[in-house]
Protein backbone atom coordinates (compact mmCIF):
# COMPACT_ATOMS: atom_id res chain seq x y z
CA UNK A 1 0.00 0.00 0.00
CA UNK A 2 1.30 3.67 -0.87
CA UNK A 3 2.76 5.91 2.18
CA UNK A 4 1.37 8.61 0.33
CA UNK A 5 -2.17 7.59 0.34
CA UNK A 6 -1.89 7.09 3.76
CA UNK A 7 -0.97 10.59 4.51
CA UNK A 8 -3.50 12.29 1.73
CA UNK A 9 -6.26 10.15 3.82
CA UNK A 10 -4.61 11.19 7.49
CA UNK A 11 -4.16 15.28 6.28
CA UNK A 12 -8.33 14.98 4.85
CA UNK A 13 -9.42 13.10 7.66
CA UNK A 14 -10.81 10.16 5.40
CA UNK A 15 -10.90 6.33 6.81
CA UNK A 16 -9.08 3.90 4.75
CA UNK A 17 -11.50 0.88 4.21
CA UNK A 18 -9.77 -2.26 2.25
CA UNK A 19 -11.83 -4.81 0.64
CA UNK A 20 -11.92 -8.42 1.82
CA UNK A 21 -9.39 -10.36 0.65
CA UNK A 22 -10.79 -12.78 -2.62
CA UNK A 23 -13.81 -10.52 -3.11
CA UNK A 24 -12.85 -7.84 -6.10
CA UNK A 25 -16.07 -6.50 -6.25
CA UNK A 26 -15.68 -3.02 -4.42
CA UNK A 27 -12.69 -2.82 -6.15
CA UNK A 28 -11.67 -0.48 -8.89
CA UNK A 29 -14.26 1.80 -8.77
CA UNK A 30 -11.89 5.19 -8.96
CA UNK A 31 -10.20 3.59 -11.99
CA UNK A 32 -13.62 3.16 -13.58
CA UNK A 33 -14.23 7.31 -12.71
CA UNK A 34 -10.79 7.73 -14.26
CA UNK A 35 -11.64 5.64 -17.75
CA UNK A 36 -14.66 7.44 -17.94
CA UNK A 37 -13.13 10.80 -18.05
CA UNK A 38 -10.41 9.69 -19.89
CA UNK A 39 -12.88 8.61 -22.61
CA UNK A 40 -15.59 11.03 -22.67
CA UNK A 41 -13.30 14.35 -22.03
CA UNK A 42 -9.77 14.27 -22.02
CA UNK A 43 -9.75 12.92 -25.49
CA UNK A 44 -12.12 15.54 -26.96
CA UNK A 45 -9.59 18.24 -24.81
CA UNK A 46 -6.85 16.70 -26.86
CA UNK A 47 -8.61 17.92 -29.99
CA UNK A 48 -9.53 20.79 -28.87
CA UNK A 49 -7.39 22.16 -26.10
CA UNK A 50 -9.42 24.78 -23.27
CA UNK A 51 -8.30 28.58 -23.59
CA UNK A 52 -7.76 28.67 -20.56
CA UNK A 53 -8.28 27.16 -17.10
CA UNK A 54 -11.13 28.68 -16.29
CA UNK A 55 -12.31 27.49 -19.85
CA UNK A 56 -11.09 23.72 -18.51
CA UNK A 57 -12.96 24.18 -15.58
CA UNK A 58 -16.38 25.52 -17.23
CA UNK A 59 -15.88 22.48 -20.19
CA UNK A 60 -15.64 19.75 -17.09
CA UNK A 61 -18.76 21.27 -15.28
CA UNK A 62 -20.98 20.94 -18.17
CA UNK A 63 -20.19 17.54 -18.80
CA UNK A 64 -20.33 15.96 -15.05
CA UNK A 65 -23.68 17.97 -14.90
CA UNK A 66 -25.52 17.25 -18.30
CA UNK A 67 -23.64 13.81 -18.71
CA UNK A 68 -22.16 11.91 -15.57
CA UNK A 69 -24.38 13.28 -13.40
CA UNK A 70 -27.35 12.11 -15.21
CA UNK A 71 -27.09 9.03 -16.18
CA UNK A 72 -28.77 5.66 -14.12
CA UNK A 73 -26.12 3.38 -12.93
CA UNK A 74 -26.95 -0.08 -13.83
CA UNK A 75 -26.29 -1.98 -10.55
CA UNK A 76 -28.00 0.72 -7.91
CA UNK A 77 -30.82 2.05 -10.01
CA UNK A 78 -29.95 5.69 -9.63
CA UNK A 79 -28.11 8.83 -11.00
CA UNK A 80 -24.49 9.61 -8.95
CA UNK A 81 -26.01 13.00 -7.98
CA UNK A 82 -28.95 11.15 -6.52
CA UNK A 83 -26.64 8.29 -4.33
CA UNK A 84 -24.39 11.29 -3.72
CA UNK A 85 -27.28 13.16 -1.68
CA UNK A 86 -29.38 10.59 -0.38
CA UNK A 87 -27.32 11.00 2.92
CA UNK A 88 -26.36 14.61 2.50
CA UNK A 89 -23.34 16.00 0.98
CA UNK A 90 -19.95 15.73 2.87
CA UNK A 91 -18.20 19.04 4.46
CA UNK A 92 -15.56 20.14 1.83
CA UNK A 93 -11.85 20.50 3.08
CA UNK A 94 -10.03 23.38 3.50
CA UNK A 95 -8.03 24.98 0.39
CA UNK A 96 -4.73 24.41 2.43
CA UNK A 97 -5.66 20.92 3.13
CA UNK A 98 -6.54 20.12 0.22
CA UNK A 99 -3.20 21.53 -1.62
CA UNK A 100 -0.79 19.28 1.50
CA UNK A 101 -3.22 16.29 1.29
CA UNK A 102 -1.74 15.33 -2.89
CA UNK A 103 2.21 16.50 -1.48
CA UNK A 104 4.62 13.35 -0.94
CA UNK A 105 6.65 12.98 2.35
CA UNK A 106 10.06 11.02 2.88
CA UNK A 107 12.15 10.97 6.20
CA UNK A 108 15.26 11.65 6.38
CA UNK A 109 17.97 12.06 9.12
CA UNK A 110 19.34 15.78 9.27
CA UNK A 111 23.61 15.45 8.75
CA UNK A 112 26.21 17.14 11.50
CA UNK A 113 26.31 20.16 8.42
CA UNK A 114 22.61 20.55 8.69
CA UNK A 115 21.83 19.06 4.73
CA UNK A 116 19.65 16.20 3.82
CA UNK A 117 19.68 14.53 0.48
CA UNK A 118 16.83 13.02 -1.38
CA UNK A 119 17.06 11.04 -4.80
CA UNK A 120 20.76 12.62 -5.22
CA UNK A 121 19.73 15.99 -4.64
CA UNK A 122 20.59 18.45 -1.49
CA UNK A 123 18.94 20.83 1.20
CA UNK A 124 19.66 22.61 3.57
CA UNK A 125 17.72 22.64 6.89
CA UNK A 126 18.26 24.73 9.80
CA UNK A 127 20.82 23.27 12.05
CA UNK A 128 19.47 23.01 14.94
CA UNK A 129 17.62 19.82 13.36
CA UNK A 130 20.68 18.49 13.08
CA UNK A 131 20.86 14.27 13.95
CA UNK A 132 17.15 14.75 14.08
CA UNK A 133 14.71 12.47 11.92
CA UNK A 134 12.47 15.36 9.45
CA UNK A 135 9.77 14.49 7.26
CA UNK A 136 10.44 16.32 3.32
CA UNK A 137 7.29 16.81 2.33
CA UNK A 138 7.13 18.15 -1.61
CA UNK A 139 5.17 18.44 -5.07
CA UNK A 140 6.26 14.94 -7.07
CA UNK A 141 6.67 17.22 -10.20
CA UNK A 142 9.25 19.52 -8.70
CA UNK A 143 11.42 18.68 -6.06
CA UNK A 144 13.08 22.28 -5.71
CA UNK A 145 9.91 22.58 -3.38
CA UNK A 146 10.34 20.98 -0.31
CA UNK A 147 8.88 22.01 3.10
CA UNK A 148 10.46 20.47 6.55
CA UNK A 149 8.25 18.97 8.93
CA UNK A 150 8.64 17.30 12.26
CA UNK A 151 5.68 15.68 14.21
CA UNK A 152 3.32 17.13 11.83
CA UNK A 153 4.22 20.51 12.16
CA UNK A 154 5.82 22.71 9.95
CA UNK A 155 9.01 24.18 10.50
CA UNK A 156 10.04 26.36 7.79
CA UNK A 157 11.74 25.15 4.04
CA UNK A 158 14.43 23.36 3.01
CA UNK A 159 16.73 25.42 0.68
CA UNK A 160 17.78 23.14 -2.16
CA UNK A 161 22.07 23.45 -2.44
CA UNK A 162 21.96 20.81 -5.08
CA UNK A 163 19.38 19.85 -7.40
CA UNK A 164 19.84 16.65 -9.82
CA UNK A 165 16.25 15.54 -10.39
CA UNK A 166 13.47 17.68 -10.43
CA UNK A 167 10.70 15.04 -10.85
CA UNK A 168 10.07 12.06 -8.36
CA UNK A 169 11.38 8.45 -10.01
CA UNK A 170 7.99 7.24 -8.62
CA UNK A 171 6.48 10.20 -10.77
CA UNK A 172 4.07 8.16 -13.38
CA UNK A 173 4.19 10.04 -16.91
CA UNK A 174 1.06 11.30 -18.11
CA UNK A 175 -0.63 8.33 -20.40
CA UNK A 176 -1.13 8.46 -24.10
CA UNK A 177 -3.92 10.70 -24.90
CA UNK A 178 -7.18 8.45 -26.91
CA UNK A 179 -8.30 9.31 -30.49
CA UNK A 180 -10.80 12.25 -30.54
CA UNK A 181 -14.11 11.70 -31.85
CA UNK A 182 -13.67 14.71 -34.70
CA UNK A 183 -17.07 16.42 -33.34
CA UNK A 184 -17.07 19.36 -30.60
CA UNK A 185 -18.87 17.05 -28.36
CA UNK A 186 -17.80 19.06 -24.88
CA UNK A 187 -18.90 22.06 -26.96
CA UNK A 188 -22.30 21.00 -27.39
CA UNK A 189 -22.63 19.70 -23.73
CA UNK A 190 -21.29 23.21 -22.40
CA UNK A 191 -24.38 25.00 -25.19
CA UNK A 192 -26.66 22.51 -23.65
CA UNK A 193 -26.00 23.44 -20.34
CA UNK A 194 -26.26 27.15 -20.68
CA UNK A 195 -29.43 26.91 -21.93
CA UNK A 196 -30.92 25.07 -19.44
CA UNK A 197 -29.63 27.62 -16.92
CA UNK A 198 -31.47 30.13 -18.86
CA UNK A 199 -34.92 28.41 -18.79
CA UNK A 200 -34.23 27.53 -15.31
CA UNK A 201 -36.71 30.77 -13.83
CA UNK A 202 -38.94 31.51 -16.50
CA UNK A 203 -40.50 34.77 -14.68
CA UNK A 204 -44.09 34.49 -17.39
CA UNK A 205 -45.02 31.52 -15.43
CA UNK A 206 -44.30 32.68 -11.39
CA UNK A 207 -47.30 34.21 -10.16
CA UNK A 208 -47.56 37.97 -9.60
CA UNK A 209 -47.78 40.88 -11.37
CA UNK A 210 -47.00 40.07 -14.66
CA UNK A 211 -47.00 36.75 -14.43
CA UNK A 212 -48.90 33.93 -16.40
CA UNK A 213 -51.42 33.64 -13.46
CA UNK A 214 -52.43 37.34 -13.83
CA UNK A 215 -52.44 36.63 -17.46
CA UNK A 216 -55.06 34.09 -17.34
CA UNK A 217 -57.27 35.91 -14.92
CA UNK A 218 -57.04 39.11 -17.32
CA UNK A 219 -58.24 37.01 -20.02
CA UNK A 220 -61.08 35.19 -17.63
CA UNK A 221 -61.97 38.52 -16.87
CA UNK A 222 -62.36 39.49 -20.39
CA UNK A 223 -64.30 36.79 -21.75
CA UNK A 224 -66.57 37.22 -18.98
CA UNK A 225 -67.31 40.96 -19.63
CA UNK A 226 -67.69 39.87 -23.48
CA UNK A 227 -70.18 37.26 -22.13
CA UNK A 228 -71.96 40.05 -20.37
CA UNK A 229 -72.57 42.33 -23.16
Not at 112 to 127: F, I, L, P
Amino acid sequence: MSGQLLRACAVLGIRLIHSTPGRPEGRGKIERVFRTVREQVLVELEDRPPASVEDLNRVFQSWVEQVYHRRVHTETGQTPLERFLATGPPPLPAELALTGAFRWSERRTVSKTGTVGMHGNTYEVDSEFAGRQVDLVFDPLELADVAVQIDGQHRGLAVPLRIKRHVHPRAQPPAAPAQPTGIDYLGLIQKRREQELQRRIDYRHLPGPGGAADNDENDNDNDNKEMTE
